[in-house]
């Protein structure tokens, strides 16, 4: 999810071509990756097209992701998440195999995206931070069918559109400044517009 955050973006050199490794304690969990695997996943990545493409839709836009502003990281209970102070962190004892690396870089990256494109983005709002967790979840392919079905969601029908409310709004609880119910009010608020807006792409992947 993306973290309630400042609304900056630091300015990193473009020679900069490294991942960062948070110097936290390393701690192994059987079945997932140390924060050197993640590393080399992440550096790997980045040459994922849907990643290529959203960072350069950034660049043209005035906000250029360097690789340096994408923490590897350890945490809690998220996969991942975004600052706009502190750019992208990926959580690499939850991380298992290569394609989450990459689900959550995705996903990060759409909320740099509305960071960057809308200039007057408050993650401290309810409607704001939901309508870019909408957007995160309904163009990473987060809830595409197949990651449904290895989840235990086994609906047919509708599934999409349920999985981006259900995720979206997990999120937004998590934002100290939104209430359940706000929560959930806010996802309601805004989810025509917001799961209709699909840039940069010009439809959902």
Sequence with gaps: MASAAGDGGGS???????????SVPEAVTPGFMTIKECVGGISAALKNPMVRFLREKMDQAGCPVWPLLIQAVNCNH???GYNGGRGITV????MRYQDM???VLIHELIHAYDDCVGKNIDWKNCGHHACSEIRANHLSGN????????KGFLKIRGHEPECVKRRALLSVKQNPNCSDTAAKDAIEAVWDICYN???????AP
Aim: proline share 8%; with cysteine.
């Design 12 to 22: 990193v050199p473009p020679q900069t071509t490294k991942v960062e490794a948070c």
């Design 78 to 80: 998220a996969s991942g």
């Design 91 to 94: 959580c690499c004892n939850q």
């Design 101 to 103: 690396i990459e689900q």
């Design 143 to 150: 809830c595409h069918y197949k990651r449904e079905m290895l």
């Design 197 to 203: 807006d699909t840039r940069p792409f010009d439809r």
